[in-house]
DNA sequence: GCGTTGCTTCGGGCGGGACCGAAGCGTCAG
DNA sequence: CTGACGCTTCGGTCCCGCCCGAAGCAACGC
């Protein structure tokens, strides 16, 4: 049993399992992008979790899915969060730094926090893209709007052209897959948001502030 | 989540949590002396898992008892159990101690093992029980067995009549909530089980399997 | 008062494991 | 073939936290 619990006990593996317990499979990088530390340290922790049997793999090309291995493993987790949630009131300390995160951050390749579903809430409203349990679509409109915005959209990929991704902080869908991704690159182009020190937080300029008022509808 | 699971994932913590599963309070020295650590590093180890909610502490003199803090946390460490011996094919040596275990033990307040499951198939195949996803109920039918048994259900609580839960040995359910907590404390007054030397393994009587045959159809 | 017992806090030793940089292997595109 | 990419293995560093010895409190019995 502390086995099994001392695997869920590091940060690390428990953001890998949280991001995996809505039934995902996902591959390693992403893991590692979701966790905060290196793809060779996530390729450890990945490793540990599906030899005890936490985690199963499918193997796709070069890419490596990883996703919980029973309904059980979910069941555990919740009732893990639930003592989380019921047990102690502590307070955290909401930082200046959390705060940044909270407001705009890369997930992987595209744009996390309220930017995030800031953006999939404007693309939505309008019917540009129709999210579905498995990725979404974008419609004819919404492939005229992202011309406009000076996104081209390849289909060349095998990769998903739109998923949507639970986003942590907020607790809605951001966009990832191909859109997201191109989107989050015509933001950086057009110098509407910048990095920080710390790479995953973004700052977002006075011309990004305009910018996403006039193209997508919403201030921040 | 993962301060909690860390908690539980030190072996001489999941050992203590282990020993007051059933529900007993000890003291801080008998939990020590059950996790073969000094008594210093189990004073640092309760108070880590007192202040985390995890456990409540009852001063009484100059004894502290120390008991697992609510239903959630058994429910926890249950299905923790569950994961721990359904994932790794790892040997385990299957000891004779381990056998007893498997017949029949306490969960929490409730019976649990080959006991605990024949005695919810028992009470459901008769229909004296429905059992559903969020608890189930008792009929009339099996209102009336029960104060046959001896068994009289106060409905003045908040924690649900009848749950199931699921058997870490057994893989299926077993009884929980105030029926189950009422039947094995009318059984221990019938002197149908008796605690062995390990608190939680129990031992049937004579008495107890002649009784079970009778009253519940089944033999063990 | 005194000693005993149950439990805690304090300090330092020590090991396990999380983490990253560098390098190696397999897959895919051109 | 060549380069790019996804992922893994290897080596080494460093820190967290488990653990115990010693000492400090508090509650009993006498």
Redesign the pocket.
């Known amino acids: 049993m502390a086995e099994i619990a001392?695997l869920v006990g590091?940060?690390?593996?428990a953001t890998i399992l949280s991001t995996l317990f809505d039934g995902r499979a996902l591959?390693?990088?992403?893991l590692?992008y979701a966790?905060?530390?290196?793809?060779?340290?996530?390729?450890?922790?990945?490793?540990?979790m599906t030899q005890a049997g936490l985690l199963t793999?499918l193997k796709?090309?070069?890419?490596?899915?990883f996703r919980l291995a029973t309904p059980l493993v979910a069941q555990m987790l919740e009732s893990i969060m639930a003592v989380a949630a019921s047990a102690p009131p502590r307070y955290r300390p909401r930082t200046a730094q959390e705060d940044r995160l909270r407001l705009a951050r890369t997930c992987y390749d595209h744009f996390a926090g309220i930017l995030g579903v800031s953006i999939a809430d404007a693309l939505c409203e309008r019917k540009h893209i129709i999210l579905s349990d498995d990725g979404g679509e974008v419609t004819t409109a919404g492939q005229t709007f992202l011309n406009d915005f000076g996104v081209s959209l390849t289909t060349?990929t095998?990769r998903p052209i739109c998923r949507h991704c639970l986003d942590w902080t907020e607790r809605r869908f951001h966009l990832s897959g191909v859109v997201g991704a191109a989107i989050a690159t015509r933001c950086f182009d057009l110098g509407w948001v910048r990095r920080e020190r710390n790479p995953r937080a973004l700052q977002i300029t006075p011309k990004g502030r305009e910018g996403f008022r006039r193209n997508f509808g919403f201030s921040i």
Chains 1, 2 share one sequence.
């Not at 591959?27 to 992403?30: M, V, Y």
Request: net charge positive; hydrophobic share 25%; charged share 20%.
């Open positions: 001392a590091d940060p690390a593996r591959t390693a990088t992403e590692s966790a905060n530390v290196t793809p060779q340290t996530a390729s450890g922790h990945l490793a540990k793999v796709q090309g070069r890419h490596r899915y060349q095998r």
